[in-house]
T-cell receptor
Framework: GENVEQHPSTLSVQEGDSAVIKCTYS??????FPWYKQELGKRPQLIID?????GEKKDQRIAVTLNKTAKHFSLHITETQPEDSAVYFC?????????????FGTGTRLTIIP | NAGVTQTPKFQVLKTGQSMTLQCAQD?????MYWYRQDPGMGLRLIYY???????DKGEVPNGYNVSRLNKREFSLRLESAAPSQTSVYFC?????????FGEGSWLTVV
């Protein structure tokens, strides 16, 4: 089955700086890579996703890049703000799902230092 | 459009008691999931249902049973609760692509 590794487990950055979280996956057939943000006591919420036919996707201050050859993908947050403090999870799967399921990384706790 | 709704939100059980967590989605999604999240940890899949009438074990199924009652509803049952099952339980659903989570059910087993 799929295995997703996520690094770092914790990350602290100064407000206004950029943050980068990296994930690697094992199954070359995986084609869907979402990122979730989970604030304390809340549910995980999708913030951005990318499919394997695209190398990069951007949404305001958030971007995701995918390197299929190396089997890794990254989340980039620019101009970080205090409200970006949360735990971020990457995931990988094949779509359409069918009997496939989303495999999550272990999470990165991001702290923005004012 | 409520999305994914879970009940109850909070529950305290005694060891050995049984209970059922209810989940319903109104997005007409085919797939539904139950995850557990222990404090400071990631999401671990308990069971999932790729479509109405089918269920499959995930990473940590022991001690749990599920029922996909219809396309909308997917319940999780603890037959004999143990302290190791103290956790936050998230139900989720998907069609093709992103999965959407419910607000979570905080379960404590004493």
């Amino acid at each position: 089955g799929e295995n997703v590794e996520q690094h770092p487990s914790t990350l602290s950055v100064q407000e206004g700086d950029s943050a980068v979280i990296k994930c690697t996956y094992s199954d070359s057939a995986s084609n869907y890579f979402p990122w979730y943000k989970q604030e304390l006591g809340k549910r995980p919420q999708l913030i951005i996703d990318i499919r394997s036919n695209v190398g990069e996707k951007k949404d305001q201050r958030i971007a995701v890049t995918l390197n299929k050859t190396a089997k890794h993908f990254s989340l980039h947050i620019t101009e970080t703000q205090p409200e970006d403090s949360a735990v971020y999870f990457c995931a990988a799967s094949k779509v359409p799902f069918g009997n496939e399921k989303l495999t999550f990384g272990t999470g990165t706790r991001l702290t923005i230092i004012p | 459009n409520a999305g994914v709704t879970q009940t109850p939100k909070f529950q305290v059980l005694k060891t050995g008691q049984s209970m059922t967590l209810q989940c319903a989605q109104d997005m007409n999604h085919n797939s539904m999931y139950w995850y557990r999240q222990d404090p400071g940890m990631g999401l671990r899949l308990i069971y999932y249902s790729a479509s109405e009438g089918t269920t499959d074990k995930g990473e940590v199924p022991n001690g749990y049973n599920v029922s996909r009652l219809n396309k909308r509803e997917f319940s999780l049952r603890l037959e004999s609760a143990a302290p190791s099952q103290t956790s936050v339980y998230f139900c989720a659903s998907s069609m093709t692509g992103p999965i959407y989570f419910g607000e979570g059910s905080w379960l404590t087993v004493v």
